[in-house]
């Protein structure tokens, strides 16, 4: 596959009925969906669910999200959505990347990317990554800041 970076954790996804819009191609807002569903099941299978966030009263939270629509996609057609960290402070900032690739001719419809703050639950107010964060989420990452 064409990533624009090596080893992108991957969910299999395609546009279904209710998620095609009166243009007849998948609504933006679906890759949206995509992205935070693709970004909760790589923290979970890093090590990191919403249990754990809540735990530790710490949060990776979106403070910008940025989506390039490329091309679109249609009704059942077979997508790979691959995400990575791409960077991180270590200390209160993380980057997230995306790419949605259609199978059938490996042309890359969507990138997309995150800026990601630590936040306590608690307040919403920016707080330093826990132990536990930089322990699972460093090592995954292409970069450092």
């Known amino acids: 596959m064409p990533w624009d970076h090596p080893n992108p ?44 966030y809540q735990r530790l009263d710490r949060a990776m939270a979106i403070r910008r999200g940025e989506y390039h629509y490329l091309l679109p996609s249609t009704l059942d057609e077979e997508l790979m959505l691959g995400t990575w960290l791409l960077a991180t402070d270590g200390k209160l900032t993380m980057q997230r990347g995306f790419q949605l690739i259609r199978l059938s001719d ?12 630590c936040i306590a639950l608690s307040n919403g107010r920016a707080q330093r990554m826990p132990s536990e964060f930089c322990e699972v989420y460093l090592p995954a990452t292409l970069k450092r800041h």
């Open 106 to 117: 490996r042309a890359t419809l969507m990138r997309g990317h995150w800026d990601l703050v």
């Open 9 to 52: 954790f991957t969910l299999a996804v395609s546009p279904q009925p209710p998620d095609i819009d009166g243009l007849n191609h998948t609504n933006n807002a679906v890759y949206v969906q995509w992205c935070e569903r693709i970004a909760w099941a790589h923290s979970e299978a890093l090590g990191l669910g919403l249990a754990d």
